[in-house]
């Protein structure tokens, strides 16, 4: 059983930094990314960006591409997301979520396993 474990949320200001972590712990397949999905109050739960962990493919959505960046440690089985230049609509539970086989999704279904959350919040 696969379990995902998300930290490093917080609040931070306008042009802050943050970085998240997410520890996959379990069985894991050979070809598996790991995607960042985010749902602030009222809103659906959108995808923010995806790591292959066999060959580090990377995909970003458009509103955090230059802002946000992936990487990953395989030997700890851990992906961090280094959030720059947060902005308030940056706000959202933000949740890490598995996806098994190749290629880089955003699409939720395509996630079976997924984290508990952390909440980031970007305010003055």
């Known amino acids: 059983q696969v379990q995902l474990v998300e930290s490093g949320g917080g609040l931070v200001q306008p042009g802050g930094s943050l970085r998240l972590s997410c520890v996959v712990s379990?069985?894991?397949?050979?070809?598996?990314?790991i995607g960042w999905f985010r749902q602030a109050p009222g809103k659906e739960r959108e995808g923010v960006s995806c790591?292959?962990?066999?060959?580090?493919?990377?995909y970003y959505t458009d509103s955090v591409k230059g802002r946000f960046t992936l990487s990953r440690d395989n030997a700890k089985n851990t992906v961090y997301l280094q959030m720059n230049s947060l902005k308030p609509e940056d706000t959202a539970v933000y949740y890490c979520?598995?996806?098994?086989?190749?290629?880089?999704?955003?699409?939720?279904?395509?996630?079976?396993?997924w984290g508990q959350g952390t909440q980031v919040t970007v305010s003055s």
């Open positions: 379990g069985v894991t397949p050979d070809y598996y990314a």
């Open positions: 790591i292959s962990m066999s060959d580090g493919m990377t």
């Open positions: 979520a598995r996806h098994v086989g190749i290629g880089v999704p955003l699409i939720r279904y395509q996630y079976d396993a």
